[in-house]
């Protein structure tokens, strides 16, 4: 298990590829710094937004005074308020996505460099356009690898901040989000990088997700092999899922043996679908934005996906 | 390869034991591969449901091991090569004539050389192979009957064998000893002999030659339980010329030293070569001859064009004898009552001459016993006695042959009844001595039977006696009128057995001192018929052994093929 270098994830050109997308929210919360986003605050910005009664102690330079010479009554000019919007990124660290599933095949990367790099990909996507991006990679706990910053210059932080992560242990994502949200950090987008392989199951996986008050984006790390485990590896290769197994979790260590016939494979795959469905099922109910992102795949071409002509409304 | 060695309960235990051992390998703790995957999480519900099947853990896969079970034994039975124990039931003795007339070509072989031509005995050996396939192996053997009888193939022996012990095989150049043979077969089933078969079963003779029917009905009501038949050998024999007799006599002329020649034929006039010089030969009732041929162990060659049916009846040779007259001298010492008749019988001799009282050229001497001094005790004598008890006794130096001509002229009557008469009979037994001692040969005779009652030299029996008994005392060899292969020849002289001297093969070879050449001289090759004289043999198929292990071994990787099918589809784990 290795983490990503620095070379490998800040690729000039897969920066360069990133340009064009962008991260829209629909309204952030209020208390943000001035930046791209509307926010639900009326303040001082550029678009007119409304008119209200003039109130004591209001700003003398929002009143409308052509109102006032037309009608004799004072109203105040609102305009839109366009402030950061706060992107926590949750990049998962468990075992399972350091997992060398097809050793010695360099066009197979592992999960975990993908999901940084994706991780990289987003921040990079809402830095460039002035919002604030926090880093919380998570594995059986969430650690606070960066807080909140915004600034295109903090990309390469970021992406410092993400080779310097290490592998972390299993998967634990309800400790993690119930870490995440005592931290009362300002209502943002959170974004779940992960293969969501969680031992606790899809059912408690999404309880968790359910109890996040941020905006939800799930990409989850998916690669051909786990909805059919016949295709992880032909027979008389290392990984071949024929025959008498003992099958180790990459996560736990632990073992189970297992003889692989139609029957072990069809019930894998029923309880494969089962798992995507479930989270595809949340994603709907929670209006969470949920990306299948292949692992063997192009990142930005597959992130393109997300990003319905060029931007995303979270 | 195949272990047809092994019997059926020796198969039955290898292949219990190969499924015992595959059974145990099943239940052998299962050695899993380990794979390290990214979850657990979606086997739980397969491995819940392997656990459920708990109690036939280590045992998982039925199919699998149905499978190995099926191979092994495919792999078993095909190596082991099981088969009925075809070592019992009928035997089968295949007799193939390899005699000179097996020789003969066919009228539809063609024109070519006549070594290049198909013979009646490649028909036979075709057949023969025919038989090897349809016939079971462990209980046929085939057998050449030719000039020496010789087994093809064994029983039990592979097929091939056949083909290659035939490749190059002839005919043998000797009469067809397919007749001898089969009586000798019937004379030994009659016995009870087991003719190289297990006793008590049955046997069935095959026969791939031909037998006269006069032979055929011969062997047939000698042959018991034994199953004689003839196998069919297609085609028509090409017409043959032969030479059928060559033989020699004394000359009718009465010249000791010369013989008269005779040569019988099938076709035209032979050439004749005597010491190498062309003779021409004079047409006499029943064939040709040559009168008054010297007596000098010349080579006689005769032959007739080629190009016929069969090449080894067109040529036969023999030698001449040698034969040189005789000079005897006659003791004076003799009395006049006995020199009277042996002088008459010795001058009427046309092989000896009469050598007045001189003895130093004499080959032999007839002298009175004791010899008078004009004869030298070196000298072979035939005595006159008078103190014998015995009628004639023969004395001769060791390694030297035997008198048997005159003991056996004597025994059977022909040069006197009177020597077996019962007047000779009580004072002078035993008749007849001979003894073996250092010195010339002699042969003494009771001068009683000279005189009165017996009188031997009043009859013809005293000349034979003379001639006989000087030309045994100088060694002379006597006349082999011919030599055929196959057939006895014409002489005194026995084999090791006491059985008469039979040639087998054409060629020379020596007997006494002589050279002499036998030849084919047989009418039954020359003129053999192709008719079949035993009953025809039924359908013999279906007793082979066929081949089984290609289409097993075939069957073993078609289902290798599906357990690897089953494994690239994981129907099987």
């Known amino acids: 298990m290795v983490s990503i270098s620095f070379e490998e994830l800040f690729d000039p050109h897969f920066m360069e590829s990133l340009h064009h997308l962008r991260l829209v929210a629909g309204r952030v919360p209020m208390g943000g710094r001035f930046a791209e986003q509307r926010s639900k605050d009326l303040g001082h910005g550029i678009e007119f937004r409304d008119f209200r009664p003039y109130a004591v102690g209001d700003d003398l330079r929002a009143v409308d005074w052509n109102i006032y010479r037309r009608l004799g009554r004072v109203f105040l000019r609102l305009f839109e308020e366009m402030e950061d919007l706060p992107v926590y990124l949750m990049p998962d660290l468990s075992r399972s996505g350091f997992l060398d599933e097809a050793p010695g095949d360099p066009g197979r990367p592992l999960r975990a460099h993908v999901g940084l790099r994706c991780a990289l990909a987003l921040g990079a996507i809402a830095l460039g356009q002035h919002d604030s991006v926090g880093l919380f990679p998570f594995s059986d706990d969430v650690q606070v690898a960066m807080r909140p910053q915004s600034g295109s210059g903090r990309t390469m932080t970021l992406a410092k901040q993400l080779a310097a992560l290490e592998p972390g242990g299993g998967t634990d994502l309800a400790q993690s989000l119930k870490k995440l949200g005592a931290m009362n950090l300002r209502r943002g987008l959170v974004v779940v990088i992960s293969d969501f392989f969680d031992p606790a199951g899809i059912e408690a996986v999404t309880k968790a997700l359910g109890r996040v008050r941020h905006e939800l984006v799930l990409v989850r790390l998916v690669r051909a092999g786990d909805a059919d485990p016949t295709e992880a590896g032909g027979p008389g290769s290392p990984n071949s899922m024929s025959g008498d197994l003992r099958l180790v979790d990459a996560e736990s260590g632990e073992t189970r043996d297992l003889s692989i016939t139609p029957e072990a494979l069809n019930a894998y795959r029923s309880a494969y679908a089962r798992f995507r469905d479930g989270l595809a099922d949340f994603a709907q109910r929670r209006r969470a934005g949920l990306v299948e992102l292949d692992v063997d795949g192009d990142i930005v071409e597959q992130l393109g996906a997300l990003f319905e002509g060029g931007r995303y409304e979270a | ?573």
């Open chain 2, 1 to 573: 390869m195949s272990f047809t060695n092994l019997s059926g309960g020796a198969v039955v235990l290898g292949a219990l034991a190969l499924v015992g051992v595959a059974f145990l390998l099943q239940r052998l703790k299962v050695r899993h591969r380990e794979v390290v995957v990214p979850t657990t999480l979606f086997w739980r519900e397969a491995l819940e449901r392997s656990d459920a099947r708990k109690l036939v853990e280590r045992f998982r896969h039925p199919l699998s091991f149905a499978l190995i079970c099926a191979l092994l034994l495919l792999l078993w039975v095909a190596l082991a090569g099981p088969a009925p124990d075809r070592t019992r039931g009928t035997h089968h003795l295949v007799l193939v004539d390899g005699g000179a007339s097996m020789g003969r070509s066919l009228a539809d072989a063609g024109a070519g050389p006549l070594a290049e031509r198909r013979t009646r005995l490649d028909v036979a050996l075709e057949r023969a192979a025919e038989l090897a396939e349809e016939l079971p192996r462990a209980r046929t053997r085939f057998v050449l009957t030719g000039a020496v009888p010789r087994t093809l193939l064994g029983p039990g022996e592979p097929t091939e064998l056949l083909a290659r012990r035939t490749a190059d095989l002839v005919a043998d150049a000797a009469p067809s000893r397919l007749a001898a043979e089969l009586f000798e077969l019937v004379e030994a089933h009659a016995r009870g002999a087991s003719l190289g078969f297990p006793p008590g079963e049955p046997v069935s003779v095959l026969v791939l030659g031909d037998l006269d029917a006069a032979t055929a009905e011969r062997v047939l009501a000698r042959a018991g339980e034994l199953t004689l038949e003839a196998v069919e050998l297609p085609g028509e024999l090409a017409a043959n010329d032969a030479i059928l007799g060559l033989g020699i006599a004394p000359a009718a002329s009465g010249a000791w030293d010369a013989v008269d020649l005779w040569i019988s034929t099938s076709g035209p006039a032979p050439a004749v070569l005597v010491g190498g010089q062309p003779r021409t030969p004079t047409p006499v009732d029943g064939g040709f001859a040559l009168t008054d041929l010297g007596a000098s162990g010349a080579l006689v060659e005769v032959s007739l064009p080629a190009g016929d049916g069969l090449g080894l009846d067109d040529t036969a040779a023999l030698y001449l004898p040698r034969r040189e007259r005789l000079v005897v001298a006659l003791d004076p010492a003799l009395p006049a009552e006995a020199a009277g008749p042996l002088r008459a019988a010795v001058i009427a001799d046309p092989g000896l001459d009469l050598l007045g009282v001189t003895t130093g050229d004499a080959d032999v001497a007839i002298a009175f016993a004791p010899a008078g001094p004009l004869v030298p005790a070196s000298l072979p004598t035939l005595r006159i006695t008078e103190d014998a008890d015995l009628a004639v006794v023969a004395t001769r130096p060791p390694g030297t042959a035997p008198f048997e001509p005159l003991f056996e002229a004597l025994a059977l009557g022909s040069i006197g009844t009177d020597l077996g008469g019962e007047a000779l009979a009580a004072p002078m037994q035993p008749h007849l001595a001979e003894s073996v001692a250092d010195g010339p040969a002699t042969l003494a005779i009771n001068g009683a039977l000279l005189a009165a009652p017996f009188d031997l030299s009043e009859g013809r029996s005293l000349p034979l006696f003379v001639g006989l008994g000087t030309r045994w005392l100088a060694g002379q060899a006597e006349l082999l009128p011919f030599a055929a292969v196959g057939r006895d020849l014409v002489t005194t002289e026995r084999d090791g057995l006491g059985l008469p001297l039979r040639p087998r093969a054409t060629g020379d070879f020596d007997l006494g001192e002589d050279r002499h050449h036998a030849s084919l001289l047989d009418a039954s090759t020359t003129f053999g018929s192709v008719a079949a004289t035993l009953p025809p043999a039924a359908d013999l198929g279906g007793g082979g052994d066929p081949d089984r292990t290609t289409p097993l071994l075939l069957l073993a990787l078609a289902l290798f093929m599906l357990e690897w099918f089953f494994l690239r589809t994981r129907r099987m784990p």
